[in-house]
Nanobody, 123 residues
Framework: QVQLVESGGDSVQAGGSLRLSCVVFGDTSSVYSWAWFRQAPGKEREGVAV???????SYAYSVKGRFTISQDNVKNNLYLQMNSLKPEDTAMYYC?????????????????WGQGTQVTVSS
């Protein structure tokens, strides 16, 4: 069993930066993919960034060049550095962990989910 606890969400102005953290608890020996998703009010949850074993990453087009996903290789804690934030980045952000070493945003591929941390960007 794996538990994920996100933190770092806040209210910031457009152009600002935030760093989200996802602390990982439990046995991660079968986990090969880690991702950040977000859900804005009234919208479906969408993938933001993913990292798989070996360090390969993928990003949603809307955040490419602004967001960076990284991982602590010792504790497997996950991070999302968000720069040049825009009002459209406002959402609840979730970290997720999956068993497949594929850079996918297909939510069914992720077995474990955190409770989320709120990011609000004002113009």
């Amino acid at each position: 069993q794996v538990q994920l606890v996100e933190s770092g969400g806040d209210s910031v102005q457009a152009g600002g930066s935030l760093r989200l953290s996802c602390v990982v608890f439990g046995d991660t020996s079968s986990v090969y993919s880690w991702a950040w998703f977000r859900q804005a009010p009234g919208k479906e949850r969408e993938g933001v960034a993913v990292i798989v074993s070996g360090g390969s990453t993928s990003y949603a087009y809307s955040v490419k060049g602004r967001f960076t996903i990284s991982q602590d290789n010792v504790k497997n804690n996950l991070y999302l550095q968000m720069n040049s934030l825009k009002p459209e980045d406002t959402a609840m952000y979730y970290c997720a962990a999956g068993f497949w070493a594929t850079r996918t945003f297909a939510q069914a591929q992720y077995r474990y989910w955190g409770q989320g941390t709120q990011v609000t960007v004002s113009s």
